[in-house]
């Protein structure tokens, strides 16, 4: 059973401060997800990573997949309140078509 | 652009009753997943569907079944409704099972 955990569950943060998201796991992706979620709707897309130690830039946002493809991160430069949601890693087997969802982080960006 | 189409969007029903949730994925997707994610709790991989057949199977209640139409749209008949089945469900829709998911809006299921 792949079993992603995300840390930390919480995070309440001022505007402008700067936070980082995990989500460790002890199986290997073959790719790994990452999604913000706004209550009621579904999740939505941020970006997609599949190379070990792969780095991707999205304006303030940096994730990082881990050399062993087991663990990611999720950096948020300068928060802004345009930020507060549910953040989940998702993460795909081979030879599976089933995306595995982390347990989430819930950012709260105060203005 | 057309998006993951999910109905209906509120749903009220009562115990021991039976429900079905409709999807309709983005046009020429031909991979459909369903997810149940109840208050606070993460989405959880229920059943999904390639070229309408099964693919892959979470945990899905043997109370519930899922296919996937000609059409490629998908049903998820829910029956003998418990308390514990009141949550959001997703569906969401992908390209050959690969890459990329969609998610609907979802279906709030409230059972009474």
């Known amino acids: 059973t792949q079993l992603l955990e995300q840390s930390p569950q919480f995070l309440s943060i001022q505007e402008g401060e700067n936070l980082t998201v995990y989500c460790n796991s002890s199986?290997?992706?073959?790719?790994l997800q990452w999604y913000r979620q706004e209550p009621g709707e579904g999740p939505v897309l941020l970006v997609t990573?599949?190379?070990?130690?792969e780095v991707k830039k999205l304006k303030r946002l940096t994730f990082q997949f881990g050399d062993a493809r087991k663990d990611s991160s999720l950096h948020i430069t300068a928060a802004q309140p345009g930020d507060t949601g549910l953040y989940l890693c998702?993460?795909?087997?081979?030879?599976?078509?089933?995306?595995?969802f982390g347990s989430g982080t819930r950012l709260l960006v105060r203005p | 652009a057309a998006g993951v189409i999910q109905s209906p969007r509120h749903l009220i029903k009562e115990k021991r009753e039976t429900a079905t949730l409709k999807c309709y994925p983005i046009?020429?997707?031909?991979?459909v997943y369903w997810y149940q994610q109840g208050p606070g709790q993460d989405p959880q991989f229920l059943i999904s569907?390639?070229?309408?057949?099964?693919?892959d199977k979470g945990s899905i209640p043997d109370r519930f079944s899922a296919q996937q139409f000609s059409d490629y749209h998908s049903e998820l008949n829910m029956s003998s409704l418990e308390l514990g089945d009141s949550a959001l469900y997703f569906c969401?829709?992908?390209?050959?099972?690969?890459?990329?998911?969609?998610f609907g809006s979802g279906t709030r299921l409230t059972v009474v």
């Open positions: 969401a829709s992908s390209f050959q099972g690969a890459g990329k998911l969609t």
């Open positions: 199986s290997v992706f073959s790719s």
């Open positions: 990573v599949v190379t070990g130690g």
């Open positions: 998702a993460g795909k087997v081979d030879s599976s078509y089933k995306l595995i």
């Open positions: 046009p020429r997707h031909d991979t």
């Open positions: 569907f390639y070229e309408k057949m099964q693919s």
